[in-house]
């Protein structure tokens, strides 16, 4: 397998997987933390603890809260020698939520969870006949670790790593080869702001850890002649459906089967379910699981509507605050705004939100009430607005909710 590496220096060097030379070996026997210089080491260093039956344990090491959890169960890096097992014996790799919403959870897969979504995902993409799988997402999530990590090996297609990404480079780096570029909304949305117009025709994006308006992915096919496919899931469940283009719908992965409670709460059953889940102390994970997801099924396929934290309820109407979001960034052209739902019991009426836009350019209240109510004419927003110099994210790019 072939891997092309780009350093921060912009010096390219292509070498076979079998060939990248390892700095340090893996003397650890169960489960071990990793980490590497580049990233080709990492996708190697990877891919030998797999083979070699050592449980790799992810997480971004910039996050205190879990490098101390991860210290406290006994489980040291994976070139220290140790043969001690803390985790389940089933136990594949160890991944963690972003934290974005709460306390990261841990979410422990079983060999089962892990084949089980990559032959899913293979079915989806191998007839695509790719020759190459370019990576922008970081290997230690879910998301990373099968579509960026495993999926490229199934596909027999070579992998283009690159240090650092700048969202104008995933137009040439193709290199007029058939190539799914595994990304997220971040990177989809700073190439729509480029307002140039390329023939991605030979390309496919694959984007997931957030969503996309239709009206984004709709303008980004047209803008740049090619596809998207979305995949959503999260961490505990795995991944749970893809939706393609500009489709209203959501379809189950291959085995996911997806019902929902009286309010409305997406309940998933599926093969890719962690195992266990690591919170306060290591638990089997409960199936079916219920998620914060609130969806409309139609037969086979559902709508997703937002989650219950993101969804304010207006005259009626439930209106989901990450497309309010997306709204005001698209028509303002800004980077980043975060609404949060406001409940006053004091007040006599609904929900309020508090709108906070990050950098120089603001528009005015009366500008955001006009926006509005072009796209909601029967509602009547109460908001607040707040300048800030830049919203919180996580590594994924995932805007971080109190």
């Known amino acids: 397998m072939n891997i092309i590496h780009i350093d921060n220096a912009g010096i390219r060097n292509d070498a076979s997987m079998e060939s990248i030379q390892l700095k340090q070996e893996i003397l650890a026997t169960k489960e071990a933390t990793f980490s590497a210089h580049t990233k080709p080491e990492l996708f190697v260093l990877l891919h030998n603890a797999i083979e070699k039956g050592v449980t790799p344990v992810l997480f971004d090491p910039k996050i205190e809260t879990i490098a101390q959890r991860v210290t406290e169960l006994g489980i040291g890096s994976f070139d220290k020698a140790s043969n001690k097992a803390v985790l389940p014996a089933s136990a594949y790799a160890l991944f963690f939520t972003s934290g ?135 961490t505990e469940t795995g991944g749970i459906a893809i939706k393609r283009g500009v489709n209203a719908y959501w379809e189950p992965l291959k085995d996911v089967l997806i019902t929902k409670t009286h309010d409305s709460r997406m309940v998933v059953d599926s093969p890719y379910l962690s195992s266990h889940l690591f919170e306060e102390k290591i638990t089997l994970m409960r199936r079916p699981y219920t998620t914060t997801d609130i969806i409309e099924i139609d037969g086979k396929v559902f709508k997703l509507l937002g989650r219950a934290n993101e969804i304010i309820k207006i005259s009626g109407k439930r209106v989901s605050i990450v497309e309010l979001e997306n709204l005001i960034e698209n028509n303002f052209s800004i980077n980043d705004a975060l609404i949060s739902i406001v409940n006053d019991s004091a007040k006599l009426k609904d929900e309020s939100l508090a709108i906070k836009i990050a950098g120089r350019k603001m528009p005015t209240e009366e500008e955001v009430k006009k926006l509005f109510k072009e796209h909601y004419a029967q509602i009547n927003f109460d908001f607040t607005l707040e300048n800030v110099k830049s919203i919180d994210k996580n590594n994924m790019g995932k805007k971080i909710r109190r």
């Not at 079915?123 to 799988?133: C, D, K, Q």
């Not at 999530?141 to 596909?155: A, E, K, V």
């Not at 700048?166 to 190439?191: C, D, F, G, N, R």
């Open 100 to 234: 974005t919403t709460g306390i990261p959870t841990g979410a422990i897969k079983n060999r089962e969870n892990i084949e089980g979504e990559l032959a899913a995902l293979q079915a989806i993409f191998e007839p695509e006949e790719f020759e190459r799988v370019i990576v922008t997402v970081p290997f230690i999530h879910i998301y990373g670790f099968l579509s960026g990590l495993m999926l490229p090996r199934r596909l027999g297609c070579e992998v283009l790593l690159k240090e650092e990404y700048y969202p104008q480079e995933l137009i040439m780096l193709h290199e007029h080869k058939k190539s799914l570029v595994v990304t997220s909304p971040v990177y989809i949305k700073a190439l729509l702001r480029l307002k140039r117009e390329h023939d991605l025709s030979n390309v496919v994006f694959l984007s997931s850890t957030g969503l996309l308006l239709e009206e984004e992915v709709e303008r980004f096919e047209k803008q740049y002649n090619t596809r998207i496919i979305q995949l959503f899931g999260s």
